[in-house]
């Protein structure tokens, strides 16, 4: 495979769910993020992972929590979500020396 | 004021004309500009990125930057029904690690 791969690509979970997604990039990139999509608003910046360093949003709740274990794969763990969170979470990832992304195709989530 | 901002539109083109796209921003200490094009249903594209004041051409496609006025556009030449898709304006910078932000997009139509 090459790209940025995300899964799944669409999930349906309640309130009191547990879940994780995924995002694994095979470009040999060094920066991987998160991003949230909802209708009509601007792509919202949720973490970042790159050899410098972690950057987090404060914005962002406590029921989403990153995890990075390594260069090529990047997950969201979620737990105890609310009806607003459901949005597109798109994935990214961008190479040393570039500043574009590439992104994955993106999990729809759906809270209920 | 949004970090960066576009008219949502949606912005309607005969096709074979140009379709100008516009975009301002906010900090003035941003150092990349990019534009991306999301299919309805897909993941954001990179098409072309400009770094410097003045005109980058690519095909079809010639980004625009006049960091003086924090202005970025994107004109499309001969615009194709194929080109119909929203537009997102894109920031980028260094600091403490390099992120992007995003402006919630243009929709553009082009009419066969």
């Known amino acids: ?112 | 004021q949004k970090e960066v901002e576009q008219n949502s539109g949606p912005l309607s083109v005969p096709e074979g004309a140009i379709a100008s796209l516009n975009c301002t921003y906010s900090d003035r200490g941003s150092q990349s500009f990019f534009w991306y094009r999301q299919y309805s249903g897909k993941s954001p594209e990179l098409i072309m990125s400009i770094y410097s004041n003045g005109d980058k051409e690519d095909g079809r496609f010639t980004a625009q930057l006049n960091k003086a006025s924090q202005y970025v556009s994107l004109l499309i030449r001969d615009s194709q029904p194929s080109d119909s898709a929203t537009y997102l304006c894109a920031v980028g910078r260094n600091t403490g690690g390099f992120k992007t932000i995003f402006g919630a997009g243009t929709r553009l139509f082009v009419k066969a």
Do not use: I
């Open chain 1, 1 to 112: 495979e090459t790209g940025v791969t995300q899964t799944p690509r669409h999930l349906v979970m309640g309130m009191t769910n547990k879940k994780s997604l995924k995002c694994e990039q095979h470009l040999g990139h060094n920066a991987m993020y998160w991003y949230k999509q909802s209708a009509k608003k601007p792509l919202e910046l949720m973490f970042v992972y790159s050899l410098e360093e972690r950057v987090e949003n404060n914005s962002v709740p406590s029921r989403f929590s990153p995890e990075c274990p390594n260069s090529s794969h990047l997950f969201l763990h979620l737990h105890t979500l609310q009806p607003e969170d459901s949005a597109l979470y798109l994935c990214a990832s961008r190479g040393q020396g570039s500043y574009g992304y590439t992104f994955g195709s993106g999990t729809r989530l759906t809270v209920v």
